[in-house]
């Protein structure tokens, strides 16, 4: 396969909140890599007004018939996650690579499945955990992997957003814990992938502890209040398979949330990667400090740098880079992509948590 990968997008609503028309479908648009081949919605008309917005050739309100299609080369899923597990196993039964948003699917056992499926017909996959191959956290984890500054002690994490009295209609159906869209999913499943990415390890023991501390929402467009059992606050302790220990606050709070901080201490130095949103979805600062309590901001090399900043918002540009990764591995290349197989980690890591949380106990993992 040469020139660009034509792909199809399936939940591309163009609704400016909705994340496809907030990441996937302007990344694809500034790509050099992947063009928009068409659009899926539920509706016909809304399809066709995102085929106009952004320049899709092809709109379907059936994605089975865009899989359906031969000059449709691959697909990104981004529908709500209890739709993950479905599309995504019709996408690769029709044989097409495949980027599905994260969580994979609502439960381990979904994303499991997807990943055998798609490693006995040997096709590519792509899962979207895009701080993995965003420019800043690869350098930072070559830093560490090469001793920059030692051997690693412990590592704190945290990521507080905002937001958790009040929000859209369109967002309501995550109150849910079973949906699989929520803080410990998402806030915390991110920023505990990238403290893991970062340290080239695994975690090997944990404690944790779940809590809902907001129990309803307020539906702004429809003022009407949700009743909320996901989780709004996930604490985490532990131990790495390389001897270091970690601790990970993920939070959605009222007010003033801060965004994310993660600092790694070393026997030479401290790194610390800071952010004002979760760690995938930020313009990350970086900072080191060497032999001394003096942190001084760290630049990214160029050559890490493989897709340009086309976008005056930072969502598109993980994206971005994830569609450049992902198109390389279709193309037969090393694409650096985190794949089905590494989202099973990640899910299996959450249920340990919640297994911690609801015994109280220490859980080991591996």
Known sequence: MSGKVRIGVIGASSRPHGWAARAHLP??????DVELAAVCTTRRESAEESARKFGAELAFDDYREML???DIEAVSVVVRVPS???VAKDALLAG?????EWPLGRTTEEAVELAELAAERGIVTAVGLQARVHPAYRYVRDLIADGHIGEVLSCRASTVTSGALAKRTDFAWSAAADTGANTL???NGHTLDTVV???GGAVRTLSAQTTTQVKQWHSIDADEYVDVDAPDTVIVTGTLTGGATFSSYASMVP?????FRIEVYGRKGTLTIQGDYHPQNSDPVLRVALGTNALKPLEVPAQYVTVPRVTETIQPYGVGVAYHEFARSIRGEEGAAPDFAV?????RLLDAIRQSSASGAVVTLG
């Open 68 to 70: 359906a299609r031969e």
């Open 84 to 86: 993950h597990h479905q």
């Open 185 to 187: 999913t998402v806030t």
């Open 197 to 199: 990415f970062l340290l």
């Open 27 to 32: 990344a694809i648009a500034a790509s050099e």
């Open 96 to 100: 097409k690579p495949v980027y599905t």
């Open 255 to 259: 007010f003033a949330g801060e965004g």
């Open 343 to 347: 989202a099973v980690t990640l899910h």
